[in-house]
């Protein structure tokens, strides 16, 4: 890991979260991009936290990334609680938003790995027809099973080839995490795991209204919207997560402990 700005970092459940903000994680991803240093950004939410903390493996992995911002307000909160009063949300989709317009005004070249190719098609027709001189240098949709050894170094080379600064990785979490991670030596790219900002800023899904993302009530919306798919998620992982941060600030549990 790399610190180009200054920033405080707090282990949340032995998983390391930077108390940033989106100018100073923008500012950061430029600084990279301008030095041609390849990087990884994590973009981390209560599910990644909790992925972190049933798994060594990938907690390491995200503790090795260059940035990790504190997506949800309830890693805010905690930040906030932990000492780095400054901590500010940096929700992917917004984040997303704000590098591809300053990736259009300063001409820098982006891309998107993930999704599918409807809504990739969707996604950059959205962002072009808001940034007309945004240069989508790459684009593509990976197939939903494991890549052979040719598929990925084709992949690679496709990417490095392109001329691609900075790189939105759409694939969900754990799984784009892992991508990265993997890829982090060898992508010349500034990486961004964004998650479902491919599917909102294409039009896909719902954004929950602003209130209910200032009353941290946003997992809510999403909940009543993807009953099917995310009521694991929030039903189980998010109380479970809430217990063991107030055993982590009553100072019961050691927030790296192995627990496993």
């Known amino acids: 890991m790399s610190n180009l700005l200054e920033r405080p970092s707090k282990s949340i459940?032995?998983?390391?979260v930077d108390a940033t903000s989106y100018h100073e994680a923008g500012e950061q991803a430029l600084e990279w991009v301008y030095a041609r240093r390849p990087a990884n950004v994590c973009v981390a939410n209560v599910h990644m936290v909790m992925?972190?903390?049933?798994?060594?493996?990938?907690?390491?992995?995200?503790?090795?990334?260059d940035m990790v911002t504190p997506d949800g307000m309830p890693l805010v909160c905690a930040l906030r609680w932990l000492g780095a009063s400054q901590a500010q949300r940096v929700y992917g989709p917004d984040l997303t938003t704000h590098l591809l317009s300053v990736a259009a005004e300063r001409g820098l070249s982006v891309g998107f790995y993930g999704s599918t190719p409807a809504v990739l098609d969707k996604l950059v027709s959205q962002v072009q027809a808001k940034h007309p001189s945004l240069r989508v240098a790459y684009v593509?949709?990976?197939?939903?099973?494991?890549?052979?050894?040719?598929e990925d170094q084709q992949i690679i080379r496709d990417i490095n080839e392109s001329?691609?600064?900075?790189?939105?990785?759409?694939l969900g979490c754990p799984k784009q995490e892992r991508w990265m991670a993997e890829h982090s030596d060898k992508v010349q790219a500034v990486m961004l795991g964004v998650g479902a900002a491919f599917d909102f800023l294409a039009g896909n899904?719902?954004?929950?209204?602003?209130?209910?993302?200032?009353?941290?009530?946003?997992?809510?919306?999403?909940l009543a919207t993807e009953p099917k798919r995310l009521w694991r998620r929030y039903l189980k992982q998010?109380?479970?997560f809430m217990v063991l941060l107030f055993l982590q600030l009553a100072g019961v549990a050691r927030p790296t402990e192995d627990h496993i």
Do not use: C, H
Not at 13 to 16: N, Q, S, T
Not at 58 to 65: E, G, K, S, T, W
Not at 140 to 150: E, I, N, Q
Not at 163 to 169: K, P, T
């Open 51 to 65: 992925e972190a903390y049933d798994s060594v493996e990938f907690r390491d992995l995200v503790n090795r990334a």
């Open 140 to 150: 593509y949709a990976p197939p939903f099973r494991s890549m052979t050894a040719d």
């Open 238 to 240: 998010n109380p479970r």
């Open 163 to 170: 001329g691609v600064q900075i790189l939105f990785v759409g």
């Open 205 to 222: 899904k719902a954004q929950a209204p602003r209130w209910i993302m200032n009353a941290s009530l946003e997992w809510a919306f999403r």
């Open 13 to 16: 459940l032995g998983m390391r």
